[in-house]
């Protein structure tokens, strides 16, 4: 199951830890502060998602290349238009004349649009972009794909949803028929929605079909990281199309409901806004993060309640 860690304390910038449970791979969701982000959880991170490059989301990315330079894994960052030029610039702006050039590997994807994702590689150590090629696609490994939003905060800002993959479970009892390799073939031939695939068990063929009710397809878990967007309708189209009825959702809630003026002019959320767009969207569970720092605990509790009656008012 997917699992999302906030490593940031109140008032720091804001920093997101996405574990899959039983793998060692971690995806990390903006690079600000994190006090309670370790050094061995850095150095579990894959791919990291950024929203956007405002300092608050983007200043603690030299802290996560500290701890893994060395390393020699490829790693993927994602981000909005130009990322990878502001990659390449933090990078180039050190001196690399120690390091071996199989150190790490970064591989940038720069999303366009939703349909276009520029794919760069950057290594060490002269960190000279090089486009390898163009895709319709984010991110996907074995654990989890990774579907995006394009919002607007007078800049593109991404949110991201990660997605478990499907599981198939097959019912033993009901089957009364011995376990063997035809079980992985009928898994293998209901996912890919290969009706008419021969399966033979004890001597006899059958139809993959006539077998389908021996499985239940269990959905994969969804999370979201919404960060900063303007509470506007054009943002919340899109939002409904990529998060509804997801099962988690870590929203941007940057403002109290009294402060939305604020909200309106630096193209953010408050606390009302972003309850009831997760209602909307018919999410299971949704948590407000990312608050002003100008904020003490009590301003945080007010945007929580204010949050939570929109979430859950009938």
Same mark, same amino acid.
């Given at each position: 199951?997917?699992?999302?860690?906030i490593?940031?304390?109140?008032r720091?910038?804001?920093?997101?830890?996405?574990?899959?449970?039983?793998?060692?791979?971690?995806?990390?969701?903006?690079?600000?502060?994190?006090?309670?982000?370790?050094?061995?959880?850095?150095?579990?991170?894959?791919?990291?998602?950024?929203?956007?490059t405002?300092?608050?989301?983007?200043?603690?990315?030299?802290?996560?290349?500290?701890?893994?330079?060395?390393?020699?894994?490829?790693?993927?960052?994602?981000?909005?238009?130009?990322?990878?030029?502001?990659?390449?610039?933090?990078?180039?702006? #050190?001196?690399?004349?120690? @390091?071996?050039?199989k $150190?790490?590997?970064? =591989?940038?994807? &720069?999303? *366009?649009?939703?349909?276009?994702?520029?794919?760069?590689?950057?290594?060490?150590?002269?960190?000279?972009?090089?486009?390898?090629?163009?895709?319709n696609?984010?991110?996907?490994?074995?654990?989890?794909?990774?579907?995006?939003?394009?919002?607007?905060?007078?800049?593109?800002?991404?949110?991201?949803?990660?997605?478990?993959?499907?599981?198939?479970?097959?019912h033993?009892?009901?089957?009364?028929?011995?376990?063997?390799?035809?079980i992985?073939?009928?898994?293998?031939?209901?996912?890919?929605?290969?009706?008419?695939?021969e399966?033979?068990?004890?001597?006899?063929?059958?139809?993959?079909?006539?077998?389908?009710?021996?499985?239940?397809?269990?959905?994969? #878990?969804k999370?979201?990281? @919404?960060?900063?967007? $303007?509470?506007?309708? =054009?943002?919340? &189209?899109? *939002?409904?199309?990529?998060?509804?009825?997801?099962?988690?959702?870590?929203?941007?809630?940057?403002?109290?409901?009294?402060?939305?003026?604020?909200?309106?002019?630096n193209y953010?959320?408050?606390?009302?806004?972003?309850?009831?767009?997760?209602?909307?969207?018919?999410?299971?569970?949704a948590?407000?993060?990312?608050?002003?720092?100008?904020?003490?605990?009590?301003?945080v509790?007010?945007?929580?309640?204010?949050?939570?009656?929109?979430?859950?008012?009938?």
């Amino acid at each position: 199951m997917i699992q999302a860690e906030i490593k940031s304390l109140l008032r720091e910038d804001i920093s997101i830890l996405i574990k899959i449970t039983n793998s060692a791979k971690h995806y990390l969701c903006d690079c600000g502060e994190a006090s309670l982000l370790t050094v061995k959880e850095i150095q579990s991170v894959s791919a990291v998602f950024i929203s956007h490059t405002h300092i608050d989301h983007f200043s603690n990315f030299d802290g996560i290349f500290r701890h893994q330079i060395g390393s020699g894994e490829k790693v993927v960052i994602c981000g909005p238009k130009n990322i990878h030029h502001q990659i390449e610039a933090r990078l180039k702006s #050190y001196t690399w004349n120690l @390091i071996d050039e199989k $150190a790490i590997e970064y =591989e940038i994807r &720069e999303i *366009i649009s939703p349909e276009e994702i520029n794919v760069y590689m950057l290594r060490p150590p002269y960190w000279n972009l090089e486009l390898v090629k163009t895709q319709n696609f984010l991110f996907e490994d074995d654990q989890v794909k990774v579907d995006f939003a394009i919002l607007d905060h007078k800049t593109a800002s991404i949110a991201y949803l990660f997605k478990e993959k499907d599981s198939v479970t097959f019912h033993e009892e009901a089957s009364g028929f011995r376990k063997g390799r035809w079980i992985s073939e009928l898994k293998t031939a209901f996912e890919k929605g290969d009706s008419d695939k021969e399966i033979e068990m004890e001597g006899t063929v059958y139809k993959a079909a006539d077998l389908f009710h021996l499985l239940t397809l269990n959905p994969g #878990y969804k999370l979201g990281v @919404i960060m900063d967007h $303007a509470a506007k309708e =054009e943002n919340y &189209e899109k *939002i409904k199309t990529v998060f509804n009825k997801a099962d988690l959702i870590y929203i941007e809630s940057f403002y109290k409901d009294s402060d939305q003026e604020f909200a309106k002019i630096n193209y953010h959320s408050f606390a009302s806004a972003s309850g009831k767009i997760m209602k909307d969207c018919q999410v299971k569970e949704a948590i407000p993060i990312h608050f002003s720092r100008r904020y003490t605990e009590s301003d945080v509790i007010e945007i929580e309640t204010a949050f939570y009656k929109a979430f859950r008012e009938n």
